[in-house]
């Protein structure tokens, strides 16, 4: 720093800053709504990921719950037919649509979403199971990604499913979960009688059979969207 002599005597011409002052005030709830209004809160999306997971329940976790509820194995449906797959690489989340018309004849229909699901570009030893994504619009061609396995009690999920099972025992409990799929709404569950007990009495987040019954082709299929501990039990 070169001296110019000015540095010891400048602060004799400077008039020390006065500023008025300020009473504090305690926001009011009004003013905060407003404030958030303007000033977002920004995350990077890996942060903002994790926070819109934090508390969301793994599919062993629901099926756990419905082990539970159920006490019983299923046997395996073979009707169920996965319709489709739709990921999503830059937000990390594959959906899973599929119908049953299992044993009772019924067509149900079913969504299954797997979060901080890991893509890449190149397929190699851990990333080997291949996922298109096709643009919106039709005219862009087809996004080819290479996904990890999906691991069953690591991957936060979200399921539903149409029928009344789901309804009745599930959705309920799921959707404070953040474990309700498909920007479905959890439809009230209204006890007709009061004289056979719940039907789910420990208000456990589970899934339907079908649910399970997705799991279970998405374990079988070749190389495997899911892998881990399944347990081969619900
Ligand atoms: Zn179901």
Same mark, same amino acid.
Request: aromatic share 8%; charged share 30%.
């Given at each position: 720093?070169?001296?110019?002599?000015?540095?010891?005597?400048?602060?004799?011409?400077?008039?020390?800053?006065?500023?008025?002052?300020?009473?504090?005030?305690?926001?009011?709830?009004?003013?905060?709504?407003?404030?958030?209004?303007?000033?977002?809160?920004?995350?990077?999306?890996?942060?903002?990921?994790?926070?819109?997971?934090?508390?969301?329940?793994?599919?062993?976790?629901?099926?756990?719950?419905? +082990? @539970?509820?159920?006490?019983?194995? $299923? !046997?395996?449906?073979?009707?169920?037919?996965? *319709?489709?797959?739709? %990921?999503?690489?830059?937000?990390?989340?594959?959906?899973?649509?599929?119908?049953?018309?299992?044993?009772?004849?019924?067509?149900?229909?079913?969504?299954?979403?797997?979060?901080?699901?890991?893509?890449?570009?190149?397929?190699?030893?851990?990333?080997?199971?291949?996922?298109?994504?096709?643009?919106?619009?039709?005219?862009?061609?087809?996004?080819?990604?290479?996904?990890?396995?999906?691991?069953?009690?690591?991957?936060?999920?979200?399921?539903?499913?149409?029928?009344?099972?789901?309804?009745?025992?599930?959705?309920?409990?799921?959707?404070? +979960? @953040?474990?309700?799929?498909?920007? $479905? !709404?959890?439809?009230?569950?209204?006890?007709? *009688?009061?004289?056979? %007990?719940?039907?789910?009495?420990?208000?456990?987040?589970?899934?339907?059979?079908?649910?399970?019954?997705?799991?279970?082709?998405?374990?079988?299929?070749?190389?495997?969207?899911?892998?881990?501990?399944?347990?081969?039990?619900?």
């Amino acid at each position: 720093m070169v001296e110019t002599g000015f540095e010891s005597i400048y602060h004799l011409f400077e008039k020390p800053l006065k500023e008025p002052v300020k009473r504090a005030q305690k926001p009011t709830s009004r003013s905060r709504r407003l404030l958030e209004k303007v000033e977002p809160v920004r995350m990077p999306p890996d942060d903002m990921q994790s926070a819109k997971n934090e508390g969301r329940l793994t599919l062993r976790q629901m099926l756990d719950n419905s +082990k @539970k509820i159920f006490g019983r194995r $299923h !046997k395996q449906d073979r009707s169920i037919k996965i *319709t489709k797959i739709s %990921p999503y690489a830059g937000t990390r989340w594959i959906r899973f649509d599929a119908t049953s018309t299992g044993e009772d004849n019924k067509m149900y229909n079913m969504t299954l979403i797997f979060y901080k699901v890991d893509f890449t570009d190149e397929k190699d030893a851990v990333h080997n199971r291949k996922v298109d994504i096709t643009p919106k619009g039709g005219q862009q061609r087809i996004i080819r990604k290479w996904m990890a396995p999906i691991n069953i009690a690591k991957n936060p999920a979200a399921a539903w499913c149409s029928c009344p099972d789901f309804q009745y025992r599930h959705e309920w409990y799921l959707q404070p +979960k @953040k474990s309700l799929a498909g920007g $479905h !709404k959890r439809r009230p569950y209204k006890r007709k *009688t009061r004289t056979r %007990p719940s039907v789910n009495p420990l208000k456990l987040p589970g899934v339907c059979k079908h649910l399970y019954q997705l799991a279970l082709k998405l374990e079988a299929s070749n190389p495997p969207f899911l892998v881990g501990p399944t347990g081969h039990g619900m």
